[in-house]
């Protein structure tokens, strides 16, 4: 008796059954998308010929595709007749969970596809905190006006070894600071911003250019970054005799915040002190120190469409559209 039935299941299959199936012989790794295809096909057609119609296979196939799914699942899950085909209600349910299974396929696909493309997808940036404040915002709202769904993510850091870090770990897909070195950076200039002198309210100084003896008479004010300041201190030490600092500070508004008590001259670039307090007066140096500001990324690097979009956005961005000395 128990051979008869498993004789007439087979045959309702279209597929004989394994000897000794059950629950714990299953594997689940032997299930293919493909049969969760055509069981949802079968749901929404009642057909196998049309469900063959609507995936562009045989009918064939299909069978043998639901037959294997069944087999390997050890239930019945179409129930076949001259009429058609209809789900049984476990056939019902596991199509659902099948349909949440290929939805969550297609996200996959979708999430992908948008990365290698520009309608979607992330670029991560580290910049300067001058270059994140003034810049790197009009960038993105020009970005925005092409390719509204393109997310960009800012770190600030203020070390060029940790853009170079960063960059060559992958933890991020351009810099926008002072260029890398060229040997293993690929670069785009946007900007060369020279450095200035930031003078205190009703500072006594009546002229637009430094002379060095101001420099010896007031205290200077400048910042602790290597990246801002190398050669700025190397200017000062080279001179005779050598030019003291006051303050060195972190923060680029706390310098001009010192500026405006009064507290000395400030030392930094214009993109740094922008934009300058109406009382705060900006005037040139004894001497020219200009850093160039821009993007940099690894050469050789495999950029996404979507990094390659936002650096096109670089390109059209002109010099004169941010402060310089005047």
Not at 139 to 144: V, Y
Not at 199 to 222: A, F, G, K, R, V
Not at 287 to 316: E, M, N, Q
Request: hydrophobic share 40%; net charge negative.
């Amino acid at each position: 008796m128990i051979l008869t039935g498993l004789i007439a299941l087979a045959w309702q299959w279209d597929q004989p059954v394994p000897w000794g199936q059950s629950i714990t012989a299953m594997n689940l790794g032997k299930i293919k998308l493909s049969q969760l295809r055509a069981l949802v096909a079968i749901s929404n057609t009642q057909n196998f010929s049309e469900a063959a119609l609507e995936l562009n296979l045989s009918q064939s196939t299909i069978s043998h595709s639901i037959a294997a799914l069944e087999s390997e699942l050890g239930v019945v899950l179409v129930n076949r007749g001259r009429h058609g085909a209809t789900l049984t209600p476990l056939g019902e349910t596991i199509c659902t969970k099948s349909q949440q299974m290929l939805q969550n396929l297609d996200d996959i696909g979708q999430l992908a596809s948008q990365s290698r493309g520009v309608d979607g997808g992330q670029v991560r940036v580290a910049a300067f905190r001058s270059m994140a404040s003034n810049v790197l915002p009009g960038a993105i709202a020009k970005l925005h006006t092409t390719y509204p769904n393109i997310q960009v993510t800012i770190t600030e850091m203020d070390e060029l070894r940790d853009f170079q870090q960063a960059l060559l770990e992958g933890k991020i897909d351009i810099c926008a600071a002072e260029l890398l070195p060229e040997d293993s950076f690929d670069s785009l200039t946007i900007i060369h911003d020279p450095c200035i002198g930031l003078l205190p309210p009703n500072c006594p100084i009546d002229t637009s250019h430094l002379t060095w003896e101001h420099l010896y008479e007031y205290p200077l004010i400048t910042s602790v970054h290597s990246s801002c300041t190398q050669k700025l201190i190397h200017t000062l030490q080279k001179a005779v005799p050598a030019v003291d600092l006051a303050y060195r500070v972190r923060t680029d508004s706390t310098i001009v915040g010192m500026v405006r008590q009064g507290l000395g001259i400030g030392l930094l670039h214009r993109l740094s002190a922008y934009p300058v307090p109406q009382d705060v007066r900006v005037v040139k140096l004894p001497f020219h120190i200009c850093r160039t500001l821009g993007v940099s990324w690894p050469k050789d690097a495999l950029l996404s469409p979507t990094v390659y979009a936002f650096l096109d956005v670089f390109k059209t961005l002109q010099a004169e559209a941010y402060p310089t000395a005047g």
